[in-house]
């Protein structure tokens, strides 16, 4: 059973009571996993952000070369964030990918697409519908399993009640979508409208499709006490993205990420899936991504 410290409990069950009118009658459970708690370490690729097509640097990467990285730092997947692949993509870079990653023993965890559904009903919101589900289409061909999305920033010409309310429906269709082709979508506590605990679990409760749940972002609750927040959200998470660092609510600075606390927190949610780091700190990631992974992997194991 997960245990909800009480200020998170009454933030986002306070949340909920304000935004009702958004729940559906049944809202969804937390998913329900049979056996113990299970991860797989991934990498994703935002963590070398600076390096992808950069062909004028020495250490230029292409996603083939990420996956090789993560290869050779002994992972079980890679995340092949959507923002560095070449344009136009086709099919065939996809399946030589997709061949590439089975030859190295590597998993494609998943993939990102960079939407923002919290619009006003229109061509600009159909366009990002359609975004979305070309990804899907990607991620099928690829074999990933899983692509987080985003809500949006809060949006200046509606009301964060409508921007909410239209997200919804738009994930519900991309889900519909996505189930068709065998992929989950994450939605990511990402700030904007979902900047808390209680706003992201409105909205997931509120979308009703199998095919759906939280990327669960460690690094981006602001609050006076993100682990609260993760621990509340941890129930409905189909993806974990881990930072390395912390950032409180009133902070000057952030804080390193407690990793044993983190996986404990998965741990009493009975989470089952990839943990992919993602590396967003001032450091070079050449020199702080494998000690990070060795380290993540010692909390995992432990």
Not at 19 to 32: D, Q, V
Not at 45 to 50: D, I, K, V
Not at 140 to 166: L, Q, W, Y
Not at 218 to 223: E, I, L, M
Request: aromatic residues 10%; neutral net charge.
């Amino acid at each position: 059973m997960t245990n909800i410290p009480r200020r998170a409990f009454l933030q986002w069950t306070g949340g909920a009571a304000l935004m009702g009118g958004l729940l559906p009658l049944s809202a969804i459970e937390p998913l329900k996993r049979p056996g113990r708690p299970r991860m797989s370490l991934s990498l994703a690729a935002y963590s070398f952000r600076n390096f992808f097509q950069k062909p004028d640097q020495p250490r230029n990467l292409d996603m083939f070369g990420f996956v090789d990285y993560c290869a050779d730092q002994g992972l079980a997947a890679a995340e092949v964030t959507s923002y560095y692949f070449p344009r136009p993509i086709t099919r065939e870079y996809l399946l030589r990918l997709r061949r590439h990653a089975f030859l190295r023993g590597i998993n494609l965890s998943g993939t990102a697409v960079g939407n923002n559904f919290a619009r006003a009903k229109g061509e600009a919101l159909q366009k990002e519908i359609a975004s979305v589900k070309e990804w899907i289409d990607y991620a099928a061909i690829m074999g990933a399993p899983h692509i987080r999305i985003f809500a949006g920033p809060t949006p200046k010409d509606i009301s964060v009640e409508e921007a909410t309310r239209n997200c919804i429906e738009a994930i519900e269709e991309c889900c519909a979508y996505a189930g068709e082709k065998g992929v989950i979508l994450g939605l990511e506590n990402h700030g904007g409208i979902v900047t808390t605990a209680a706003q992201l679990l409105d909205i997931v409760k509120a979308v009703k499709s199998p095919w759906f749940g939280i990327n669960l972002d460690t690094g981006n609750f602001n609050s006076e006490d993100p682990y609260a927040d993760l621990a509340a959200c941890a129930p409905y998470a189909v993806n974990v993205q881990v930072k390395v660092e912390v950032r409180r609510k009133g902070a000057a600075k952030p804080e390193p990420a407690d990793l044993p606390r983190l996986v404990a927190i998965l741990r009493n949610a009975n989470y089952q899936g990839y943990v992919a780091l993602e590396y967003e700190a001032a450091e070079d990631p050449w020199e702080a991504v494998p000690r990070w992974l060795r380290a993540l992997e010692k909390a995992m194991a432990a």
